[in-house]
């Protein structure tokens, strides 16, 4: 090989022949608000892959990553790469028994964790036969080891050599439609994707100040508050609590990002709290959306409370970032865009033909960051990667003018008097009532056993379900007479993944 192609080296370490190693990359919001420099990531990740090496970790075994959005969490995850390991993070949020069924599939050997998840985490760890070194960041019980303990004393060690194509981290799906699917990415997925939607969409400068609120363990986190600041030198501000509306305004307002990066049900949140309070002063220059599509209202209501665009886009873990996606000064709210510079997507019927301007198919993409496989799903990864594409499993339809517009998931759409329904659709309608904060449709079976809509809406703060009227005239006035909900459950709130995603399945099984 003639030259180290692990992605590190571009990431992390070039920044200290460049110049920048006295420059913040990584400053946490909440606890002792530390920071970590490009110099101190550069020596610190060389040190925990020296660590990682001295403890017996081979190439390509994994390194789970149960940790909060912290300075360690680049340290580990770069350093990781930087030892050949494979990192893996993991949603943060889970329940012991999806930990404990995940560590096993993934077969790590190591496991970092936070010392605030480790209640939650340590039941997970019984009866696993692969792991063998836990590492807690903090005081580590009996059975595991201090980061500090770990580290200390170790040889910073150069990056393994690697190629493009070489697999560099997995991250799981956010079991959005069931369990979590270990997803494999190579090295070069992580710059292709900054080259592409940071670098031609967004416009990511080295002046910029990225808050992320979708974590880093998120494929659309990762890049937002991980790899996009790292590709120009810019720094990340971490929050590694809770995002909740008040705590991510504070953080607008005190610590000035010029990038936040949100997801719509955060963003609805947010613009429910700013319409009931006082605004906040802030430096954003622009805003992204992704995990789902941005409902129309939630994007203008955002705008006019804060003056900066939100640029909504599509990704997936299988691509690891956005593909699909409006353009700065050219956002239309209610629409997905179009595809991002070095993407090709198409909309394809049931039987794999391309579907005319206006009638809805699934829609197909293809790119550079597309992932090498699943882990272990043979049939699963046969039916989403078919040779250069990549189905998405999320239907949409494409406007005359190119743009597309989001219909819902493939199970999730359904059909009422023999017309396809978008669940989509008719909730982004429902929001658009003053009452309603968020909404979720699925289907129903009548009294004949035929399909009709069903809503789950939650209230705004101060709201009745009196103050909701004729949700049915309220929608037929609007979208069209057969796609009304015919039953209206008022909840406390959607059963959502992680990173945001109405989990549909579950109201299906409630309905």
Not at 236 to 262: K, N, V, Y
Not at 265 to 278: C, S
Not at 319 to 346: C, K
Not at 365 to 373: D, I, K, L, N
Request: glycine share 10%; with cysteine; net charge negative.
């Amino acid at each position: 090989m003639s030259e180290n192609q692990n992605a590190a080296l571009w990431f992390v370490d070039r920044h200290v022949d460049e110049g920048r190693s006295d420059k913040v990359a990584f400053r946490e919001a909440d606890g002792q608000c530390r920071t970590l420099t490009y110099g101190q990531l550069a020596a610190d990740s060389a040190r925990f892959a020296g660590a990682l090496t001295r403890h017996g970790v081979r190439r390509e075994e994994r390194v789970a990553m149960i940790v909060l959005d912290q300075i360690e969490f680049p340290v580990v995850f770069w350093g990781a790469i930087k030892a050949g390991a494979i990192p893996v993070p993991m949603n943060t949020l889970l329940s012991a028994p999806v930990y404990a069924a995940t560590l096993k599939d993934s077969r790590a050997s190591t496991l970092i964790v936070s010392a605030a998840l480790w209640e939650t985490v340590a039941p997970a760890l019984q009866d696993n036969p692969f792991l063998r070194t836990v590492i807690v960041i903090g005081d580590a019980p009996d059975g595991a080891v201090s980061y500090d303990d770990f580290v200390a004393g170790a040889e910073p060690m150069a990056a393994v050599e690697a190629q493009d194509d070489e697999t560099a981290f997995w991250l799981y799906s956010s079991g959005s439609t069931g369990l979590p699917k270990g997803v494999c990415h190579v090295h070069s997925s992580l710059k292709a994707t900054a080259d592409t939607f940071s670098a031609g969409v967004l416009g990511l400068r080295e002046d910029d100040v990225v808050f992320s609120v979708a974590k880093l363990f998120f494929a659309y986190g990762l890049g937002n508050g991980l790899t996009f600041p790292l590709a120009v030198g810019a720094s990340t501000i971490l929050l590694g609590g809770r995002p909740l509306p008040d705590t991510a305004l504070e953080i607008i307002e005190t610590h000035s990002p010029t990038i936040f990066c949100g997801v719509p049900t955060f963003f609805a949140a947010l613009n429910a709290r700013l319409d009931a309070g006082p605004g906040v002063t802030s430096h954003l220059r622009l805003c992204t959306s992704a995990g789902e599509a941005l409902p129309r209202e939630v994007g203008e209501t955002w705008e006019s409370h804060m003056g900066a665009e939100i640029v909504d886009g599509v990704g997936s873990t299988e691509m690891l970032h956005i593909f699909l996606s409006n353009r700065p000064g050219e956002i239309v709210y209610g629409t997905s865009g179009t595809a991002v510079p070095g993407y090709d997507v198409r909309l394809v019927d049931d039987s794999g033909d391309e579907v005319p301007d206006g009638e809805v198919g699934e829609l197909l993409v293809r790119g550079p960051s597309a992932a090498a496989t699943y882990w272990n799903r043979r049939q699963k990864t046969r039916d989403t990667f078919e040779g250069h594409w990549t189905r998405t499993g999320d239907k949409y339809e494409r406007t005359p003018e190119g743009r597309y517009i989001y219909c819902g998931r493939t199970d999730d759409m359904f059909k009422v008097s023999g017309i396809w329904v978008s669940p989509f659709e008719i909730e982004q309608t429902l929001i658009e009532h003053p009452a309603i904060l968020e909404a979720a449709i699925v289907a129903h079976a009548d009294e004949q056993g035929l399909d009709k809509p069903k809503a789950f809406v939650v209230l705004k703060d101060g709201q009745s379900a009196e103050d909701i009227g004729d949700l049915k005239e309220f929608v037929k006035d609007r979208i069209g007479k057969w796609k009304y909900p015919r039953w209206v459950d008022v909840v406390d709130d959607l059963p959502k993944t992680a990173t945001g995603k109405i989990q549909r399945f579950k109201l299906r099984g409630s309905a």
